[in-house]
């Protein structure tokens, strides 16, 4: 996405022409087959933009739309089919997360009950904006019921056919039902964090912010209390335990600082 307004957004841009935000998807190779989190905007959403986004986000974000940034195209690109995709795990399920989800369906997918229903009442002209129907036309798998803490954090496990290691962190505030993914790669873990903040500087000390994310993270929440106390929540993680858990987030068009250690960009 490349909203105008540069720096105050992305923190390093020049000027305030175009910023550069990411839409990262995490991909897995597991036993249990290829899974990924999230999907970004997918190749119908390239084709039909007005008919699966929204008028007012796609013109005030700039999506920038194009068939191979796709995850199915980067899949292809990398050498892998995908049609092995066995598993899509959603952090939520807002038009730039969701749009690829059609460009994988026989992949099962797995999201917090919350969202799904969140997504399915779309009483406000924002959750009409951000939850698109043609987007979600797709089988999923809800859950509800608590797992044991992780890091001190509250999960939702047994997600259907994956392995244990990897399951949901619900981080609300963002949307109803918002989660991070957490994968455990055998040498540390990975945590998706969805949109719980939008630049990886919200987690160092002191917490940076440009004032443009700011203000669209407050356009865009459902909750502004749960919002923060999620934040709260990832930024004793990393504190406590940046060592042992590598944190991502979609829109910070750079992974941070070791993240290579655990992730490929
Ligand atoms: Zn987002």
Known sequence: MRPFGGRLWDGHTSGLGPAHLACRCLLAETEAGLVLVDTGFGLDDVS????????AFYHADRVHLEADETAVSRLRRMGFDPGDVRHIVMTHLDFDHAGGL???????VHVDAREAAASRRRFTPIARGRYR??????????????????????TLRGLEGLPPGIFLVPLPGHTEGHCGVALNTGDGWVLHAGDTVFMHSELQEPLRMPPLVDAYARVMQVNQEARLQSRRMLRKLAREHGEEVTILCT??????????????A
């Open 48 to 55: 039909r933009p007005i008919l699966r986004l929204s008028r």
């Open 102 to 108: 059609t460009d994988f369906p026989h992949a099962r």
């Open 133 to 154: 129907p043609p987007q979600l036309d797709h089988p999923m798998r809800e859950y509800d019921a608590p797992g044991a803490p992780w890091f001190g954090l509250p």
């Open 251 to 264: 829109h910070d068009p750079s992974l941070p600082a070791g993240a290579e250690r655990r992730v490929s």
